[in-house]
Structure formats: C-alpha cells, structure tokens
C-alpha cells in the first residue's frame, strides 16, 4: 500500500498516519517528494484495505501494490495450468471449441445438434438444461429430463458435456452428467454458488459478467481455486459499452489474463457480438489474440431455436467457423483439436 | 416489434418475413418508405423475442416495442405504491432514511450505532449479520449471532430492521426477524434468490449492480413481483463507467424510476460516491432528484470500521447529513420521517 | 511516481531501474516488501510520464502520484474562484441560471425567449449563432446574423450573454459581443481553440464531453488558465455509459470538481438529462450538489425548436423550474441571482 | 421514424401526433397493437428528427428508422472502397502496415525508424510533427522542421507518408508533404477540421476518439465525403470502459464497420492495447477479424522514445509483429503488403 499525503498535510497529519500504520504491526517509510509525500507500508502479509487510509484528514490517496488474488496468478504459477475436461486437454497448445445450442429442446434437436458439433470438429458438447431465466414469464428449461436427453448425446456422440449451474440446489445432480459445469454471468459474483462448485472437483468454466472487471472475474476464481478446486477456466463473453449497434467483446483480455494468470482462457464469439453474422470473424481474432478454446452457439433451425436465435449458427456455418479458426491457429502454431 | 428491412431486401425477403410473422398467429403491417420498408407486428399478448427476426435475409433490425416488464410499470398502475417496512410507510410524501454500519461487528458497535442512528431521526436500522464476502480471504460475517444483536438492536431502539440476504438457505431465519430483506447488487440478477424473497412477503429492496441497466433492474422487480410479493423497493446505488476519480452515481436514475414505475426508489449515497466527504451532498441531490429514502453508512469509529470505512459517517457527521437531507425534503414539499 | 516491481523481478532488473531513475537527475527510494519490491522517485519538477517505466522490464506498474494540472487545483489556490460574467458573480455565495434556445432562429423568437428568461429570474442569455452541426446534412446556424440578434437581445433585456465558439475563426467577432464564451463537448480537446479563448480574456465555459474524465476535463481548463486567462468555468453535462433509458449525468462530478478545483462548476440539465420532463428535478438535485450555476434550455414553442426540442423547457416550465432551484439553493443556504 | 404511444395516451393526442405528421408534409401509418398504438411515418426524404415527437403528449418513444449518414454506407454503395496512399492500395485483398515513431524527434531517430520500418514491410512511414499537447506544459513538436524530416524519411526509403494534422492552419503545408492526412481522436468531432481536410483531396485517416459511437465514427466520414473528398479511412483505436488494468479494443467495431460501410477500416493496436507486451496480439487479432490495415508505433530505443514510450515496439519486436501478422492475414486469404 502506498498512503499519498494532500501538499498541504500538516506534519501532525503525517504523524497520525505512521502512528495508524505503526498500530496495525506494520512499517511506514515516508518519503518527502517536492510537492508532497508519501508514505510506503510495508510488513503485512495479505492485501491491506485502503478504505480506512481513504478517510484520515490529510489523506490524497491509497493505492493499492498487491492484488487480492494469489493462488490464479502467474507470479505465484508461472506454467500454464492444463485442465482435463472430459479427456480434452484445455490450456495447452491445442485449441477447443465447446459448441451447442443455448438450450435443450427435445431429443431430435438435440442428438441433431450434438453430431452437427462432433461432424465439424467440436471438441465438447455444451447445452442447458437448468436455465435461469432472465424474463419473469420465461420457462425455466427441461430440467432432469433434459439432463438425460444430454447425458444421451454425450453417449452416442463421445464428446464430453459442459453444461451450466444456476443454483446450488441441482448442482450435484448437474455434477454427475457434466464434464464440466459452466457458471453463467449472471451468478459469477454469486460467492455461495462459487463455494459450492469448488466442492465438487470438476472442471469449472467461469464467466465474465457484462460489468465486471478482469479483477474482479479473476477474484472469483481465487474463490473457487483457494477452496480446493484448481480446474478453473476463465471466459471472456463480451463487455457492456456506451456502443449500442452491437455489442463490445473485450479483445484486450484475452492476452491480459494469459499473462496475469496461469488459467486457461476461453472467448465466447456468440454471445460476444451477438449477430450471426460476426461470430466467424470474432472467433478468428479471439483465436489470433491467444484464447485457448471457444464457446460458439448452433442450431439445425437457428430461426427456430428456443434461445439465443440471433448469434446462433447452423452446421454448415459452424463449420465454416472451424475452418477459419483452424487456419488462424495454426498461423499461431497451434491446432484445433477434438477428443482424444 | 418493429422489423426495419434493409434497403437491398428483396420483395421475395420481404414476403419471407411476413410469412414468419404469420406463422406466429400474428399480423404483419408493412409500411413502405423512401429508402426501406417496415413491418409493424401486432397481436402479441406478451413481448416478442427480436433475436429470430434479427437473423431474417433482408432484415436490418428488429426494435421492441414493449417492455418486458408489466407489473411493476406505472403504466399498468398508475398510482405510488407505498411500502410498509416495520411500521415506517416508504413512498409517500416523506422521505426515509435507513443507516447502520457494514456489517455487525459486537453488540457495543451494534447498540452505539443503532442509537447514534434513531437520535439523528433515521427511520430504521440498516446492517448485515450475514455477509457474502467479495475477497476470498475475508471473513463471512457473525452470522446468526449477529442476526441476534440486531435483533437487539431492534428492540432497544424501537428501530425496523433493515438487512442483507445473499443465499437462500439463510432466508427463512433472516425473514424472522426482519422488517425488510435487502438484495444486494452481486445477488440482483441471481433468479432463484428473487423467487426465494417473492415467497417471504416481506419488504424487499432490491439494489442495481453497478453494470445492470434499468430495465434489468425493473425485471428484476418483475420476477419478486409476479410471484406474489408486491411491496419492492429499488435502490440505486452507483454505476460503473470510465471516470475513476470517484464512483458514477446515476443521479437520473432517480426521476427516471419514478416515471416508469410505481415502487419507491432509493438512493445509497455512500456506496454511490465511495468517500465520507461527498456523502452529505449526494444525499441531498437524491432527496432532491426525487428519491423516497436514503441508504447511509454509519459507524460510531469509522476509522475502525471493519466494512465500509471510506464511506461511513460518524454520528456528528450523520446529523449533520439529516439536517441538510431535511432541509432539501422540505424545499421539494416532503418531509424526513422517522418510525411511527 | 511508484515504481512497483514484479515480484519476480531480478536484483539486476531493480538496479536497471534505480540507474533509469538516477539518470534522469531523480532520487530512487527502494520500499521492500514481503512480496515485491516497490521503488518511490523524489526530486522531480513537475509529472513524470509513467510510459517509460511500463517497459522495463520487471517493472509491474508506475503510479502517478501528482497530477498534471497545477494552477486550477484546489491544492494551490484554496478559496474559490469568483469569475465576472458580465456584472453576474458565479461561484459566490449564489447561484445563477445561464438560458435560452439552443439556436437563435430569428428575431421574434431571439427577443421572446429572451424576456421569458429574464422575467423568470435568468442571469444570462444563452444561445448560440454560430454553430458546429454535428450532422452533415444540418445546417450551420445565423453565423453573423444570429450574434447581431443576441446583441440586440441582450440590449432589450439586460441580460449579459453567453455564446459558444466552435472554431478559432470566429474567435474574435464572438468575443466583441459575448460576456462569456462557450467551448462545448466537441471541442473540448481542441487545444488549439482551448490557446485561443486563452488569449482573449472573456470567462470560458470549458463543458466536459460524454466520454471525457474530471481530470481531463481540469487538464483542459489548465491549457487556459496556464496561457493567462484564469476565467475559467467547469461544465458537468452528462457522460455516456451502458444505460440508454435516458442520458447517465455525473453528479458526483460536482462535489468532486469542487473539491478538486478552486473554479465555479456549472450543470447543465437540459442535456444531462435529455428530455423536458426530467430537466427540473435534475436542476434540483445539481444544485443540492453544490452547482454553482445552470444551464437551461428555453424555448417560446419548444415541439418548433429547431435544436434541442426534447430537453427544452416552454416559459412556465422554465419558471418552475426556477422556483424548484430556487428553493433548493435556499435550503442549501444559497440564493438563486439575476443580473446586477 | 416510428412514434410509440403510451398505453394511456388518449385518442386526441394520437391526433395531435398524426396531425403534427401531416404538418411536416410527411404521412402518418397508425398501428394499433393490444397494449398500446405505434405510428409509422413515411416521405421524408432524409433522416427525421426524433426530438420534437419525444416530448408531445403520449408519446413513449420515437425510433430512427434510417441512419444519419447516407454516402459513407455500404447500402448506398455495395463494393469495397480502395483508397490509394502514396501508391499502396488500402481495402482490397492485401493488408497495409503504416508505422514510425509517435513524434519526430531528430534527423538520426527519423530515418533510423522509417528504415526499419521499410526493412520490415511496412507500408507507409507513419509520425506526427505538428502535435497537439495534451498536456499543458509539454512541447508542441517540431512543426515545419519535423516536415521536412519526414519528407526527407519518404524520400529515403520510398515510404508514403502519414501524418496528423491537428488544426486548420497547418494544413495546407501538411498536405504538401503527406500522402494520407490523419485526424486524430481529440478532433475526430471538429467539423471545421473536418470540412477542411474534405477540401484537401489526400486520403484521410479518422480515428474514432474513445468516447465515441460507431454511428459518430460514420457520421465523421460523412461529413467528409459528403464535402467532395470520398478518399477517407476509418480507424479503431480503442475505447473507455470500466476496466483499468488495460484499455479496451472494440474488436467487433471492425466486422462492424466492414457490414455497415465500403470504406476502409485500418487498426490501432498500439494504443488499443497500450502496452507492448500486447501490441503483436491484438495485431494478429485486428487482421482475423478483417482490418484492412494496422497503425503501429515503432521506435529505435523505445524506452527513449519522446512519446508513446509503454506500447513502442523496437525494431525487433516489430519485425516479429509483421511476420505474425503476415501469417494470419494469409490464414484469412490475404497478404501483408508494402509500397508497390
């Protein structure tokens, strides 16, 4: 922490402050700049809060030199951690795609869909059938019964299931489909939720929320890894901006996470952009950028599909889509890469 | 739903999407226009999904027309709803003010301040026994033991009892002792938490996370509301933009919430600035704007607080904010309340 | 400046610092902690560029510690600032409203919109001749002719006058007419019109655009003040941000502007909040704040305004407007003030 | 324009709206739906103004249906727009690198950086020699001697020229000199520049300033080509969001702008990004997703550089960025390209 003094702090102000930090066990090193001082805190052995430093008369600011989170930084880990979801390797030099449709429907839809994905080179699997609906007069989804319709897809395809956690209540009974579990942006600061997946040991893919900051998504998986479960995957999905024709997909983390943390980063170019018609594009430079796997929407009926109908592709799209993000990663000396 | 064809649509593109519209049991209003044509649509009970259309060849956007809310519109009823929490009436001509610390720390800091807070005239006792921690190595609050001193608290000053409720397994204990539940802003657009405190019956304040639009804090209403809990309050608490000097409080929030809703609005002036010296004037703005009650951070040593340091006001410091919130109330017709 | 170090940085890459630093005439205080090492730099003038140290290697962040604006700064000149536009004091004990249409249009409507100010209590008459179409296809304004009529205006009201320039050309005929003169958004990073108003000794009105920050906004008020012209008043007119509803207005920049700068901070509601029906309760709560002055749009028939239709206010809703304001400032122990 | 009435409005201010319609010439398409009445307007011959019908009684929303910007739109005109530049055709299959140093600073750092730019590929040599300060009390380049080393650079190496151009009074010697003319973000809204440039007939590059809309980036071009010159190159250079650790990059702003426009859409990763370590993969990533060209800031010595020192690459680290580049442009069908 680094306690700076207003210019015009009285040395009787200075006092109080070293004497504060004194009191905490800690250790002040003031040093008199031209304008102003400033006073270094050194000796604790956690983040210190700057909120109280914040209100003490003659006071300009306290910033913080640590970060809050440890056990998901590169400074602690300096190799990339590999996560194993269902057999597919996640983080190293291959890259995934985890395809599907937002929701299931019923057992054509989804067997149709699960082999669309296999047939062009998915490597898992993704659907929902525990749906948080973000509509009051929404359904919320098949539940258990289109659980089994995935653990039937996952059978007759062999690609492993991600799928999504809304609530601790179904989240054994998700557990032990699921390859792994997928918390959704609208629970990512849920920390009751977090603590629950950090019990389970699976794998488990957190999502950035439109209004969260890279800290604050890398909190939530110190969250979850500080509890015992390391298999953290960070997904960046897009960003809420003052930009309103489509919407903003943060880029920049992408390269900023790999290198502030030793996690596996995947991109989302469905949700990311939002229109059919830019996920390609968005997929090739989220590859370009360094992510280490996508999450892409497809539908047989796109037109028809029950959710996200705008962003999702049909098979022959997502089949384009893998051409071109193959050919990007290997022009980064990577592959795209399905089960073993 | 308005359906903006692009200006190359061809007419087979056109018939395309009036023959979906039709296939809905809808009906489809072309209006042709210089430059591009549009297609009104009518006879939906409910709101549309614009994301199928959006994807249509030829179509350039798909723009709602309803909200997704209703119940919750002023457009549905055009009368204040006035909230009952503990006796004190929150939506009416006067304005209320509920002020505690963070969290509860012991039963001295708990009684100190419950006093220090009905002396100024505050209209109830605001503070959280159950903490949902955002840092992982931050303690969880007293729990239960602190839902008891609040309790206490409750019956020595004569005080309502605001608190926090962050997971569904502590909500039937929580609701017993108080007169409202507060739903913080990382639990706002938890679903399963919403329908939770839409069976209790008790008061709700629901608070805007700081990247949630309003819309997407009236649906959250929505969802507590259309499961048979009508007495909901929202409270804006602060935005997250660029500027980074202070927090971004949403000050228009505030006439904005009055205009399309019915529920009372309010306003926390503590966490909406982040800094005990702006706290007073963000008060006063807010009961000015139009705002039916202030949330306030005090603690009798805020130096020491164990939550909320920066933003807390000690108890002079609270007076002094009531006095100006009163003056402010009474220039716009209203007046400070205090528990009946 | 604070340098921190990575904690995985090297005793060589430290030195390479601390003989960075030292070749620059600067003194390096080394601060070891437990988990890195950070290094605080004396001796330095004026602001470091922080870009540099983001380079070396092992360096994880450069802090800025001093800002880059001095002479507006409340840290060099603690009393406020009382700036003289035409014989109306702002930033004293009373508050000024500054109104008028967003274009003059032609005589009768110049001299009616005038009046209606004036009877209301205006302090100014603001309006605008020349003007910096933002839509290619819009017109420019009266130029010549339109200052002619606000001079005119001005003589049968009054009212001092206060105009915008939106290019240097203009700069100087503006000048002979205006009492104070108006930089608005879209020039407000122009620093060759911010030298140029510099130079001619009228108060400038600096507004801060929607995606600028306070300190860039006093860093342009520094590029005046710094070239001799110390006039300067601050404009908060609302900042885009993720909510579309209406338009997001900064209210903490009031407070904050105030704290950080001896300058007089002005508020314009008409555009902070966009639309007519919010404009009144947004000028209560910026003066609640701490508003030195408004500014308002006014017009005789506001549905045949040629700019600015939404957010203006007809006569009578102008002078409520004023007696809201009015009773605010009183409750603040303010007085709203014509001109002397 | 489409009109959406409230759910209350009466029938007399349905008529008021289709009267008003009527008044301006134009025709009025009522529809009426289950909860409440739209109006479609037709005939006008350019976009409509939405203010005035967003304050008349019983109006809820007035909806644009056509954009302001018509010439720059890839509906007025399907096919790609080639802009030439000294030479190097910029928007058809081959991806242009236009790179230098931020600031000319001498003769030696001139050639030394344009040379190696040419060594490595690029395109054009890119550096600024009439600056515009955003700090107050740092230099304002070398003018007309920093022209004539970049000149003396182009003639060196055979590199066409880009530079900036920051007010109206340089322009003409600057065009004299450059082969492309850039606005930079701080005056990308100050139609005056812009009318100027339009004047000039040079190709012009736009950056879109951080705080600005894609419709305001069009907006821009259009008024350029609008006034004659149709020689315009758009420009991405990030945007101002919430997060801090980096800036953030609009990524989908380049598949955007391509679907919405035939002008060019070039990159900034540079300042994208903001920081080195990041510059060669949000490069990669700018090329996946269809950016025409890149802008890059390279220098000899960077952590000498008088400008933009954090994210200048190094003669090596640049050579590095153009063979990754180069790879992914051929991994989506094109190829890196330099002078002919």
Same mark, same amino acid.
């Given at each position: 922490m680094l306690i700076v003094l207003r210019p015009d702090a009285t040395p009787e102000q200075q006092l109080e402050v070293e004497w504060y930090i004194g009191s905490l066990g800690l250790t002040a090193h003031p040093i008199p700049g031209t304008a102003r001082t400033a006073i270094g805190i050194t000796g604790n052995q956690g983040p210190l809060d700057p909120e109280a430093f914040r209100r003490?008369?003659? +006071?300009?600011e306290a910033i913080a030199v640590?970060?809050?989170?440890?056990? +998901?930084?590169r400074e602690v880990r300096p190799d990339d951690t590999v996560v194993d979801v269902g057999g597919v390797a996640v983080g190293g030099v291959e890259v995934v795609v985890f395809a599907g449709s937002g929701? +299931?429907?019923d057992r054509a839809q989804t067997l149709e869909t699960a082999r669309a994905v296999r047939d062009a080179g998915g490597a898992a699997y993704r659907s929902n059938a525990y749906v948080s609906p973000d #509509?009051?007069?929404a359904g919320a989804g098949l539940g258990e019964a289109g659980l089994e319709l995935l653990a039937e897809a996952r059978a007759a395809t062999g690609l492993p299931l991600v799928t999504e956690v809304s609530?601790? !209540?179904?989240l054994a009974r998700i557990a032990e489909v699921a390859d792994a579990i997928e918390i959704g942006a609208r629970n990512m600061l849920n920390v009751h939720l977090l603590h629950a997946v950090a019990e389970v040991r699976k794998p488990v893919i957190i999502r950035r929320a439109v209004g969260v900051t890279l800290r604050e998504l890398l909190l939530a998986a110190e969250h979850v890894v500080s509890r015992g479960n390391p298999h953290v995957l960070l997904c960046e999905r897009g960003i809420r901006t003052f930009e309103t024709v489509v919407d903003s997909f943060d880029i920049n983390a992408i390269p900023t996470l790999k290198r502030l943390s030793h996690l596996p980063v995947l991109a989302d170019?469905? #949700?990311?952009?939002? +229109?059919h018609h830019g996920v390609a594009a968005l997929a090739r430079a989220a590859v370009a950028a360094g992510a280490d796997g996508l999450l892409v929407h497809v539908h047989p009926r796109p037109l028809h599909?029950?959710?996200? !109908?705008?962003?999702s592709l049909d098979p022959a799209q997502f089949a384009e889509l893998m051409r071109g993000a193959g050919a990007v990663a290997r022009a980064v000396g990577r592959e795209l890469a399905g089960p073993a």
């Open positions: 003490m008369p003659g +006071v300009a640590s970060q809050p989170y440890r056990l +998901v930084s929701t +299931v429907e #509509r009051p007069y609530e601790a !209540a179904a170019p469905s #949700r990311g952009i939002g +229109v599909a029950h959710a996200d !109908a705008a962003p």
